[in-house]
């Protein structure tokens, strides 16, 4: 009687052949190889559809081989930036094909986001870059926000919503809100901070980004009340 157990080894026996083969540089053909393993053709659709989503093959004429690549590909750091600028929820980001089509250089793009551009390009560059490090480092900065200084403040994002980037920061155990239009200089400390992971769930919630060009009248309400 066969088991479970048994399918799952034939699986992975199958699988490994596939991929040795793939490496090698070596053209499979469904028909042969469902005579070797005595599967269906569509089971073997599914080997390379599915399960073996992540290698970078092409489909021709009924046999699947790697892709050949002619020059340097940057894959994996566009499924990371994907990833890490949050617009993974609007772009599958695992189907490669796609991002090969987005990516490349020939031709127009076939797909494009719309959202709005800046109103005006951010006026200290160097200063979203510093940010952006500072982030990465938790290291504390002073700010020199339209002439006023903001000193001990942990950068915890940069957020683009509704045509403005914003900065969000603690200090003072308290959540601020920086416009970077407004952002005159940056001073990196030599202080570090701790990172929250509570506070990384919060600021990439849909419910905070949106409500962040309006964080500063929000806050200002919730202070009223409290006095």
């Known amino acids: 009687m066969k088991t479970q157990h048994d399918h799952y080894d034939r699986l992975s026996v199958r699988l490994s052949v596939i991929i040795s ?20 053709e569509r089971t073997l659709q599914r080997d390379f559809q599915q399960r073996l989503i992540h290698l970078d093959l092409e489909h021709s004429s009924g046999c ?30 695992q189907n490669r094909r796609l991002i090969r089509l987005i990516t490349s250089s020939s031709g127009g793009s076939p797909c494009l986001i719309g959202h709005g551009g800046l109103p005006s390009p951010v006026t200290q560059t160097t200063c979203f870059l510093e940010l952006a490090e500072a982030i990465r480092d938790y290291r504390a900065v002073t700010l020199l926000v339209n002439g006023k200084s903001y000193e001990g403040v942990a950068p915890r994002r940069l957020i683009f919503q509704s045509r403005n980037w914003f900065l969000v920061a603690t200090r003072a155990r308290k959540l601020q809100v920086f416009r970077m239009e407004d952002v005159n200089a940056v001073t990196v400390l030599d202080t570090s901070f701790r990172r929250k992971p509570e506070l990384d769930a919060l600021t990439a919630s849909e419910e905070f980004i949106s409500a962040l060009p309006h964080f500063r009248f929000i806050s200002d309400v919730i202070q009223t009340f409290r006095e």
């Open 64 to 93: 699947y081989r790697l892709m050949r690549r002619t020059g340097r590909e940057h894959l994996p750091n566009t499924f990371a930036f994907i990833l890490n600028s949050g617009i993974s929820g609007i772009i599958p980001a």
């Open 21 to 40: 083969r793939l490496l090698a540089g070596q053209s499979l053909e469904l028909k042969a190889l469902a005579n070797e393993f005595g599967v269906s």
